[in-house]
């Protein structure tokens, strides 16, 4: 089929941080430049900023469905393009972004066509950072730039030439990466998802902003008042400031403080010869450490005249596995809810009751907990929330087979009861014999399914419950007896990814299989999705003993280089994908039956539905199906029907 590869340039006033729905909706929005090249023919660019426009073919090809559309990330210029074509389809596009990711590359056109190795003449053009934030953005009015808040082609010509070159440039290195990776090009299903997650953006979630504001005004009441009494007691121009305070610290108490981050001060909370000034000012510290807000300031900063935010879930965010990823504000790491007065606390600050709710609640803690309650539904629906439960831990069951677990999720039994009575064994119940071991056995099921030891159940809370790591060491010895086929599903899957990099031949462990294609290991899941590790080979890990590297983001350096893993390693990326697979499964289903998604968080689904229509146990029905790909799979899920966001 024919494409057409596409690059555009743009001015808004509004940040492209808050979402390209808040982008566009700015007075000013514009699109400056639009380049494209159809197949392999030479970039054309049209300068829409100096009056030129669109020749006809162009026009027709974005219309024609014998023409697929590409651009990297080509949601942004699908968004941008809609205000000049309102009608544009947005199933004729291919994202050349998801592309890279599916195939295991990290985000960013250029940092893309650096990991794949172009020659200079396809790679991104790095003048193109300063040039858009010349042109793209306002400027701030100054005397030599004859104080005007806009850069335009005539205030310098010889830049605006230099970036119709970029923009060019942008499409040649778009079209050679996908030309390089189109063999392995995400299946119909995934395109599918794709324009599911455009939809999902584009209808955004509704915010409630009278709650935002009195969220934010109550912080700063609060936080000044704070302020004020750590002032009242140090006698300190800023108590805020760690040099000062560490100074009068030691001047107070006789200790030389190395930090004030907030494990030094628990600690020093802890000592019971502390004064009484000193420990109310390191109360105080702690309480202004609190970040109880940065949520409510991002929805307040990207809402749109719609009263609502969007452009909140970045598809294929993780690459390799697939899983959505946040972006704008960031839902997937909101504070539960633990308040059993919940609707009460919600309705004070609702109600700008500041006083009162400063009397009956801890004022950081309790803004922190009823940030996912800003997130409403419109007037007239409500939210239908369904998460599915134990996902991960149902799916490494039946890859592997370890037929106990699956019984007990079939028979609705509590896992972390069967794992612990599996481990100890000896009878657990949740409120009755060994009830305390079930805690181990939660740990353990958390932290062990992907060959977990000692520092994987420190990571899940272990470390909290007071236990040595002799202990710890024979809660994973116990667990791994416990569960015998997801061990050896680690060392098959291990030995079956060495045995496809040395000669090149498929393998299997179980249900997923391995396969090289351009030199890349491909993982097939039961789906039929491939997660690809780019450039494997094995060598002599640190250790001496054998192992698989490959080519990929370095984790807490964020850089592209060789990267080292293991059976438990793969099989954690092929529980998660799979997983994936399960929620993005429910989510067509859904979608097809009428139920609008708004959100999805993890494996949970926020659905905004009219009142009276649908039902939370149909969604459920609905969830819980079976695919022919994961026949046998014991899913099960709940959930709760609410007007605004929570967790139950």
């Not at 990929?552 to 997983?579: C, H, K, P």
């Not at 859904?590 to 009276?612: F, P, R, S, T």
Request: hydrophobic share 40%; with cysteine.
């Amino acid at each position: 089929m024919k494409t057409l590869a596409i690059d555009i340039e743009t001015y808004s006033s509004n940040d492209i941080k808050c979402g390209v729905h808040y982008y566009v909706a700015a007075p000013d929005f514009e699109i400056l430049l639009f380049a494209c090249a159809f197949d392999d023919e030479p970039v054309k660019i049209f300068d829409f900023a100096q009056g030129e426009e669109l020749p006809d073919e162009v026009r027709r090809a974005l219309f024609d469905p014998e023409i697929t559309k590409t651009a990297y990330n080509a949601v942004f210029e699908i968004t941008c393009l809609k205000t000049m074509f309102p009608e544009l389809p947005d199933e004729q596009w291919e994202c050349t972004s998801v592309l890279g990711l599916y195939n295991s590359y990290p985000a960013g056109l250029g940092v893309v066509a650096k990991a794949l190795g172009f020659p200079e003449d396809k790679q991104k053009d790095t003048r193109g950072k300063a040039l858009i934030k010349y042109f793209c953005s306002p400027v701030k009015a100054t005397k030599s730039n004859d104080f005007r808040t806009r850069n335009m082609p005539s205030d310098a010509p010889d830049k605006w030439e230099t970036f119709k070159d970029y923009c060019c440039q942008d499409v040649i290195v778009e079209r050679a990466i996908r030309e390089r990776l189109i063999n392995n090009k995400p299946s119909d299903t995934e395109h599918e998802l794709w324009l599911l997650d455009r939809r999902i953006n584009d209808i955004g979630i509704m915010v409630d902003m009278d709650l935002i504001r009195n969220a934010m005004e109550l912080d700063e009441g609060h936080r000044n008042k704070l302020m004020l009494e750590a002032m009242s007691i140090t006698r300190l121009s800023n108590p805020n400031s760690v040099a000062q305070l560490k100074s009068w610290i030691t001047e107070r108490t006789g200790k030389e403080l190395s930090s004030l981050d907030a494990e030094a001060v628990n600690e020093m909370l802890s000592d019971g010869e502390l004064s009484d000034d000193v420990r109310r000012v390191l109360e105080i510290r702690k309480q202004l450490g609190k970040t109880s807000i940065k949520k409510y300031e991002a929805m307040a900063k990207s809402v749109c005249p719609d009263g609502r935010i969007h452009d909140i879930f970045q598809f294929y965010g993780a690459a390799r596995t697939g899983r959505w990823s946040g972006r704008n504000v960031q839902l997937h790491n909101l504070r539960r809810n633990s308040l059993e007065d919940l609707d009460d606390a919600r309705g004070l600050l609702q109600g700008g009751e500041a006083e009162i709710f400063s009397l009956l609640y801890d004022v950081p803690d309790t803004l922190s907990q009823l940030v996912r309650t800003a997130l409403i539904a419109a007037p007239g629906k409500r939210f239908i929330v369904a998460d599915f439960s134990a996902i991960e831990a149902r799916v490494i069951a039946w890859m592997a087979g370890e037929e106990w677990q699956l019984e007990t999720y079939r028979k609705g039994g509590d896992i972390y009861c069967q794992t612990a009575s599996a481990m100890f064994k000896v009878p657990v119940e949740k409120n009755g014999a060994n009830h305390e071991l079930r805690q181990k056995g939660k740990i353990a099921t958390l932290a062990c399914g992907y060959q977990g030891g000692i520092g994987a159940l420190k990571a899940m809370g272990a470390a909290k419950m007071g236990l040595t790591d002799e202990e710890l060491s024979e809660i994973v010895k116990k667990w791994r007896e416990s569960n015998p086929h997801i061990v050896q599903f680690w060392k098959d899957t291990e030995t079956a990814a060495m045995r496809t990099i040395s000669n090149g031949k498929p393998h299997k462990a179980r249900c997923i299989s391995f396969s090289m294609m351009d030199g890349n290991l491909l993982l097939t899941l039961p789906t039929g999705r491939s997660l690809v590790y780019v450039s494997p080979r094995i060598e002599k890990n640190k250790f001496d003993i054998r192992s698989i590297t490959y080519k990929g983001l370095r984790q807490g350096m964020n850089s592209w280089g060789d990267v080292e893993t293991y059976g438990g390693s793969i099989v954690e990326n092929a529980v998660q994908a799979f997983a994936r697979d399960c929620l993005a499964a429910a989510m067509l289903r859904l979608d097809a039956a009428g139920y609008n998604i708004v959100m999805h968080v993890h494996d949970e689904v926020i659905i905004e539905k009219e009142q009276g229509e649908g039902s939370l146990d149909d969604v459920i029905r609905i969830m819980t199906q079976n695919e022919e790909w994961n026949e046998g799979l014991p899913l099960d899920a709940a959930g709760f029907e609410s007007t605004y966001y929570k967790k139950d």
